[in-house]
């Protein structure tokens, strides 16, 4: 099979890495890809945001298959371009991926099928949002609609906090995806993310992960893209998988269908273990980046024909194995991130991998033969473990060993089941 993959990111170096070592691959592609991911593909220099330029590389090169792995150019249509061109895609189509595209689209498909969620409501203008706000009170959750790259959430704690949030979206704080708020009660308990894949008919659950949202140790600071994941998470136990599959999942696979909206790649539930059980935060119609690197260590079946069974309706015909080793990786990152700082910063050194560790490029590029990071994340450090202590400590010692002036990471990922495995 000849595959062409969409994305730049740890996520998308992940990918190719498993996809790579997958028999049926005949030849792997990238576009645009990273350094790393050159290791296993040859990389294209497409603009994705052209879709007839990546329909006429995928019929020049033969291409039968394009895995898509941002976010992104799935909201803006390229798997429904690359279908109707007759080429199988896997990624949701345009009206799937409003279940992350748009937050308002999901509360509503909750509402319609009893999908167990925080109550909300939506807003058009501040005043009713406000007022809406006063009447219910605090501690109350304030969301852009749109996709605002994980930064349009505010959990306010205090009324003020709540008006200044609602102010900035309408504001344009988040460009249009603030043009819609939604407000929404606040959920107390532990989250957990649930990664599925559906063939628009079937739903195979794949397996959970935590992930660690603020830039500081002791989950303090600002909201980040994720500095760090392990999976899987304690708290997903097997009867917490049975009703989550059942009230969450099930019932949104087939309302997504009934809806006109058939959803075919893979998706992950954010949520809310409460005391009520398990509540729907958000979904995302991609695989979490830095979760897919967890994920990917531990896949233990070939990666390639599940995705290809995903995207041509033969999900219910294939299974996922996994590995029972934890697995957790580390987000080493630009200083300064999520705010301002310095790109194209020298990485002097990127250790050995070796079967239980391994760095993947989420931010880096090549400069004058020296390799530089380009982003906020740049590189992930990843281990597999018996445990989740032995993994967090593999991914630690491995990350130590990188030589990058200019990066930083949270030393504390993985601490709630850390505390877990030694109480
Ligand atoms: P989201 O972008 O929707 O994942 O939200 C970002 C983060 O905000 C989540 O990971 C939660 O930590 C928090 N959050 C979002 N919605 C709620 C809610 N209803 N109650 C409590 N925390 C929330
Ligand atoms: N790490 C969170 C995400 O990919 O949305």
């Known amino acids: 099979m000849k595959v062409l993959l969409i994305g730049s990111g740890g996520r998308e170096h992940a990918l190719a890495w498993k996809i790579a070592q997958s028999p049926l691959l005949d030849e792997l592609y990238a576009a645009p890809g990273n350094p790393s991911i050159a290791d296993h593909a040859t990389l294209v ?58 937050k308002g689209f999901t509360k509503d498909l909750c509402a319609r099928y009893d999908i167990p969620t925080g109550a909300y409501q939506r807003f058009k203008s501040a005043e009713p949002a406000k007022d809406y706000v006063r ?17 349009g959430v505010t959990v306010a704690m205090t009324e003020a906090e709540a008006l200044a949030a609602i102010d900035d979206c309408f504001d ?15 959920l107390d308990g532990e989250e957990a993310s649930f990664f599925c894949l559906s063939d628009g008919k079937t739903a195979l659950a794949l397996a959970t992960a935590q992930d660690h949202k603020r830039v500081g140790d002791g989950d303090t600071g600002p909201n980040t893209g994720g500095m760090g994941a392990y999976s899987p998470a304690p708290v997903m136990t097997p009867a917490m998988v049975e009703r989550t599959m059942k009230e969450i999942i099930e019932p949104t696979i087939s309302g997504m269908a009934k809806d006109g909206n058939p959803f075919s790649g893979v998706f992950f539930a954010g949520l809310m273990i409460t005391a009520k059980g398990p509540e729907l935060i958000e979904y995302n119609v991609r695989f979490g980046d830095p979760e897919c690197q967890v994920l990917m260590m531990r896949l233990k079946s070939d990666l390639l024909p599940i995705l290809y069974a995903t995207a041509t309706g033969t999900l219910d015909k294939v299974e996922a194995e996994w590995r029972d080793d934890a697995a957790l990786t580390v987000v080493l990152a630009s200083k300064g991130y999520p705010g301002a700082y310095d790109k194209n910063t020298p990485i002097a050194h990127i250790p050995e991998a070796s079967e239980e560790a391994k760095v993947f490029h989420a931010g880096t590029a090549l400069k004058d033969g020296g390799l530089v990071a380009t982003g906020g994340r740049v590189l992930n450090v990843t281990a597999l473990g018996k445990t989740v202590t032995e993994a967090q400590a593999r991914a630690y010692a491995l990350a130590d060993k990188v030589e990058w002036e200019n990066g930083f990471c949270r030393r504390d990922i993985g601490w709630q089941a850390v505390a877990r495995e030694k109480a």
């Not at 394009?66 to 080429?87: T, Y």
């Not at 009447?135 to 930064?151: N, T």
Request: negative net charge; hydrophobic residues 55%; glycine residues 12%.
């Open 45 to 102: 220099a497409l603009d994705v945001e052209d879709h007839a330029a990546v329909i006429a590389f995928a019929k020049e090169k033969a291409i039968d298959f394009v895995v898509v792995g941002p976010e992104a150019p799935l909201v803006a249509g390229l798997a429904d371009d690359l279908r109707a061109a007759g080429i199988a895609t896997f990624g949701p189509s345009k009206a799937a991926a409003q279940l992350e595209g748009s």
């Open 135 to 151: 009447a219910q009170g605090v501690p109350i959750v304030i969301k852009a609609d749109g996709l605002a790259a994980g930064k």
């Open 172 to 186: 344009g704080a988040f460009g249009a995806a603030g043009a819609e708020v939604v407000v929404e009660a606040f």
